[in-house]
């Protein structure tokens, strides 16, 4: 009977050693090789022999529950690892400036008066004129 559950119990282990390979060989091709999942999957062969030779010691049952804490820190590693990617930020994209309609209109507006101010009259001397060109140039500099 006992033989029977420790033959059930290695069987078992070996399907999730098998997957663990299968996971294992899946990474490397992905170029993210990992060395503590090789140690898990050496420490189920190890109990997995153990099993089947029948050898229950407090080793095997550490390396069990070493083997327990490691895929679960695995999994949560995987978890945050996705959920990280969910979260990455993205850079801003640069979009057009567009002024409103009522700003457009004030700026033509703003143009049309300053033009309306820079005809300078033909009777200006020419000193004055260049005075009156130079300051609207500054207004225009602003």
Do not use: C, H
Request: aromatic content about 6%; hydrophobic content about 30%.
């Amino acid at each position: 009977m006992i033989a029977k559950n420790l033959q059930e119990i290695a069987a078992q282990q070996a399907k999730l050693r098998k997957a663990l390979e299968g996971l294992q060989k899946e990474k490397q091709m992905q170029g993210k090789g990992d060395k503590g999942l090789q140690q898990i999957i050496d420490q189920m062969n190890q109990n997995e022999i153990d099993l089947v030779n029948k050898r229950l010691s407090n080793e095997m049952i550490k390396r069990q529950q070493d083997i327990l804490t490691r895929l679960l820190e695995a999994e949560k590693a995987t978890r945050e690892q996705d959920w990280d990617e969910k979260r990455k930020a993205q850079q801003a994209q640069n979009a057009p400036r567009a002024f409103p309609p009522s700003m457009d209109t004030y700026l033509k507006q703003r143009k049309a008066e300053t033009e309306m101010f820079k005809t300078v009259s033909p009777s200006l001397k020419p000193y004055y004129k260049n005075l009156v060109e130079d300051y609207y140039r500054s207004l225009q500099g602003r």
